[in-house]
């Protein structure tokens, strides 16, 4: 599907209004925000696999369902989910055969050259204080990165200490989830 007919099925859709059952506040009603991979398998199988409807809670995505900086989007949008719209828990929900796992910087890195990013661009930005070590890498195990994530939120001096967060990695194929004890 290019953009061009995404751009054309939401007209239809807002003109026959199949928006109407999706309708819902900004207030999670379940309390509950989700941080979870981008993977595209996840999409419609995680709500489904957990028995989510639309409007029930704050879902959170990136590469790999990580915390990858203490001030980064992910503690933003969880501050903000928390603070603003009554979130009381958290789950970090990774998933079997991911991606960012097997992510390599020098890797892509040179596939960024081979697209066009001028060696130069990558040293100034290096210059700036980025760490493509740090930032393109994946993780290794699993449970470890998710365990990691978990931590770091539960120590975090904006993270108020009522809020509940626990990990989770659930099957990419069959949506069964298993607890991350951290």
Known sequence: ????????????FVNGKAYEPYRTSKYPDRKIAILTCMDTRL???LPAALGLRNGEVKTIKNAG???DSPCGNVVR????AIYELGVTEVMVIAHTDCGARQMNATEMLERMKERGVEQRTIDLMRYCGVDFAKWLQGFGDTECSVKQTVQSLRQHPLLPKDVHVSGYIIDSVTGELATVVA
């Open 1 to 12: 599907m290019t953009i061009d007919e995404i751009l054309e099925h939401n007209r239809r």
């Open 43 to 45: 999409t419609t199988l």
């Open 65 to 67: 369902a990580v915390l």
């Open 77 to 80: 949008s969880l501050l903000v």
